[in-house]
Structures are given as structure tokens and as C-alpha cells.
């Protein structure tokens, strides 16, 4: 009688953790009906836990330490198995790729300056930044660093292609690079105009730009 009771508290609770509905409140609930079922199983556990899923949760996994320096940006791989995390400290500005399998830095990446915004390509083998001034993308195979040609001050975001052959460097304008090459393409809006953030269509055809007017 004492196991059937502990069960059955452990269920009213894991009801009450999920009524609070409150981020980090999902997993404490799914342990607690957990609990429970490993005491006395019986159909309503399963009706609770489908109703406890379908709140929204976060939870920490992982977390990179002693980064040395602010950090400014960051950044996954496609398959989420690297972070890119943009720092500058005592060492000068830099990119550090994260592994997320080993949970160690693989990579740090020397940029010329404090980095804004960073982007890897689609199969993962190269890395672009932005700085105040340059346009930077690193070869992951090698670390070669290769500032594009033709950029603008003011560039704060950069974007890749889906096919990962061009590159997107805007903020105040936008420019467009030929990603393999980095001869710059095209320069699609002057410098003067303010880019908040942009889309480019799965076929590279198409490009939506949210751009700050004045009336």
C-alpha cells in the first residue's frame, strides 16, 4: 500500500509541475511520471506524459567555458555538431569551433578585427565573418583566411547560399561574392541603405531583403 501511495503522489505532483507551465518544468515532470511508472504502471501515466510533451522547454546540454573574451556571436553547423563562437580577448579577435562530440575546441581562427556575425556553409568546410570592415571566410580544412575583395564598411551579417556558392555580406547595403572563387558579383543596394535581415530562395533566384525606410 505504501509503494501504490508514494506512485500516486509522484503523479499528482508531476500534474502539478505541469499546470505551473513554466520553462525548465518538463523534464521534472517527465521524471517524476517516470517514477511513478516504474512503481505501478497504468494507462493515465501515458495520458499525462503526452499532455506534459506538448509544453514548450528548454534545457541546457552543453556548455563551452573559458572562452577568454567576450563572446559576439555565434553560430551551428548544418548537422549541429560544431559552434562557431566568435570571441576577442587579450589574444586579438578570433572564431573558435566548438566540437560538440568531444565538448573541446577544435579550431581558433585569427580575425582581423571583432567579428559580428558568422555563418558556416552547408557541408560544413567553410566559415564567414563580418567585421566592421572586412568580409572573412576561413577554410576549415586548412585555416586559410581569405578577405574578400570589394566589401564596404558596414557589412554587419553575413549568409550562404543554400548551394554554399555565394556569399551575402550586408547591413548598410548588400553585396553579393562568388563563395569558391570570393570575386565579389554584385553590389544590389548602396551603402546608405539599412539592412535588417535578408532570405535567399532555395534556388539562389530569388532574394528578400528587410530594408529600414524613411517616410
Not at 22 to 27: A, K, N, Q, S
Not at 59 to 84: E, I
Not at 130 to 159: E, I, K, Y
Request: hydrophobic fraction near 45%; charged fraction near 25%.
Amino acid at each position: 500500500q505504501a509503494r501504490q501511495d508514494l506512485a500516486d503522489a509522484l503523479f499528482e505532483r508531476a500534474r502539478a509541475v505541469r499546470a505551473t507551465q513554466e520553462i525548465g518544468r518538463r523534464w521534472l515532470a517527465l521524471d517524476l511520471l517516470k517514477q511513478s511508472a516504474d512503481i505501478r504502471p497504468r494507462p493515465e501515466l501515458r495520458v499525462e506524459a503526452a499532455r506534459t510533451l506538448e509544453l514548450f522547454d528548454v534545457r541546457r546540454t552543453d556548455q563551452l567555458k573559458d572562452l577568454g573574451g567576450p563572446v559576439s556571436a555565434v553560430a551551428f553547423d548544418s548537422r549541429s555538431r560544431r559552434v562557431a563562437v566568435a570571441v576577442d580577448d587579450r589574444a586579438g579577435a578570433a572564431v573558435a569551433v566548438w566540437d560538440r562530440t568531444s565538448n573541446s575546441v577544435v579550431a581558433r581562427l585569427p580575425a582581423p578585427a571583432a567579428i559580428h556575425s558568422i555563418a558556416f556553409s552547408l557541408d560544413g568546410r567553410r566559415l564567414a565573418g563580418a567585421t566592421d570592415r572586412h568580409v572573412c571566410v576561413w577554410d576549415l580544412d586548412n585555416a586559410g583566411l581569405q578577405l574578400l575583395p570589394g566589401g564596404r564598411p558596414g557589412l554587419s551579417s553575413v549568409a550562404f547560399s543554400a548551394d554554399g556558392r555565394r556569399l551575402f555580406g550586408f547591413g548598410q547595403g548588400l553585396c553579393v561574392w562568388d563563395a569558391i572563387s570570393g570575386k565579389l558579383e554584385a553590389k544590389l543596394l548602396h551603402a546608405e541603405t539599412e539592412i535588417g535581415h535578408v532570405a535567399i530562395g532555395g534556388d539562389v533566384r530569388i532574394l528578400a531583403a528587410a530594408v529600414a525606410t524613411q517616410e
